[in-house]
């Protein structure tokens, strides 16, 4: 029997609908998401160490985010295709922190991020066209340098015991302000399982930050953001912790990562 496309469609749609109940895929994980035809969709992520609490606008109008602290993570939330122009205003406050504008295209997700800078708050946008196989189970992972105190890192993750002197780093010389995978990339994938968080100043195996040992569930979809441990202003150099944006958790609060 010929099978025709729409059929062939539906059929491994079924089966990957079966696959994410399996693994336990998060509700921004969806068929649409991995068919690329979601609705463009946003999330925020406070992340200014010591910094007021947050209300967070769309197009100058409030949203349901709203007096939220220091590792805040909101749900992703769909909005209309085009510009949107999120900000983030100290609490009962007409006083903006920062903002940014945010071209928002189908199939896309969008993470805004508030996060220190040498003297202010600075604002920080990633688009990720989520470029997810329809049966795939792997993680994603993804490296933000909020850190404007360690101004260029490399990024591993490793098995808890991999020698650093005989690998790679899985995201490089990653600066200040920047991600990586790049804004506009997709993710990189890995398998579910035991890792080791380690960061060390671009170009050298000086470790700066170690996490020991994590567990990365399938489908895990995590943003790991490097910030200063002592926050806007912070002047010890490569002083820095991590904060784990989790987008299956839905809104709440990131994992905050102290170097061991």
């Given at each position: 029997?010929?099978?025709?496309?729409?059929?062939?469609?539906?059929g491994l749609a079924l089966a990957a609908s079966a696959v994410l109940?399996?693994?336990?895929?998060?509700?921004?994980?969806?068929?649409?998401?991995?068919l690329g035809i979601s609705k463009p969709s946003v999330r925020v992520?406070?992340?200014?160490?010591?910094?007021?609490?947050?209300?967070?606008?769309?197009?100058?109008?409030?949203?349901?985010?709203?007096?939220?602290?220091?590792?805040?993570?909101?749900?992703?939330?769909?909005?209309?295709?085009?510009?949107?122009?999120?900000?983030?205003?100290?609490?009962?406050?007409?006083?903006?922190?920062?903002?940014?504008?945010?071209?928002?295209?189908?199939?896309?997700?969008?993470?805004?991020?508030?996060?220190?800078?040498?003297?202010?708050?600075?604002?920080?946008?990633?688009?990720?066209?989520?470029?997810?196989?329809?049966?795939?189970?792997?993680?994603?992972?993804?490296?933000?340098?909020?850190?404007?105190?360690?101004?260029?890192?490399?990024?591993?993750?490793?098995?808890?015991?991999?020698?650093?002197?005989?690998?790679?780093?899985?995201?490089?010389?990653?600066?200040?302000?920047?991600?990586?995978?790049?804004?506009?990339?997709?993710?990189?994938?890995?398998?579910?399982?035991?890792?080791?968080?380690?960061?060390?100043?671009?170009?050298?195996?000086?470790?700066?930050?170690?996490?020991?040992?994590?567990?990365?569930?399938?489908?895990?979809?995590?943003?790991?953001?490097?910030?200063?441990?002592?926050?806007?202003?912070?002047?010890?150099?490569?002083?820095?912790?991590v904060l784990v944006a989790q987008s299956s958790t839905g809104a709440?609060?990131?994992?905050?990562?102290?170097?061991?």
């Amino acid at each position: 029997m010929k099978l025709s496309k729409s059929g062939l469609l539906v059929g491994l749609a079924l089966a990957a609908s079966a696959v994410l109940s399996a693994c336990g895929g998060g509700g921004d994980d969806g068929i649409d998401d991995r068919l690329g035809i979601s609705k463009p969709s946003v999330r925020v992520i406070h992340a200014i160490t010591g910094g007021p609490n947050l209300d967070v606008l769309q197009n100058g109008t409030k949203t349901s985010f709203l007096n939220e602290p220091y590792k805040f993570v909101s749900n992703y939330f769909d909005v209309d295709t085009g510009s949107q122009l999120i900000a983030f205003n100290v609490t009962n406050t007409s006083t903006q922190l920062g903002s940014a504008a945010v071209d928002a295209h189908t199939g896309h997700k969008y993470t805004v991020v508030a996060l220190p800078g040498a003297t202010a708050a600075e604002v920080l946008t990633i688009d990720d066209p989520y470029d997810k196989s329809l049966l795939s189970d792997k993680a994603r992972v993804r490296t933000l340098n909020a850190s404007f105190n360690a101004q260029n890192i490399d990024v591993y993750v490793t098995t808890p015991a991999a020698d650093l002197n005989a690998v790679s780093p899985n995201m490089a010389a990653v600066g200040y302000k920047t991600a990586n995978p790049a804004t506009g990339q997709d993710s990189l994938y890995l398998d579910g399982g035991t890792y080791r968080l380690r960061i060390t100043t671009a170009g050298t195996k000086t470790v700066i930050f170690d996490s020991g040992a994590l567990t990365l569930g399938n489908n895990a979809d995590w943003l790991i953001t490097t910030i200063p441990v002592d926050g806007i202003g912070a002047l010890v150099p490569n002083r820095i912790k991590v904060l784990v944006a989790q987008s299956s958790t839905g809104a709440g609060d990131a994992q905050e990562l102290v170097s061991q």
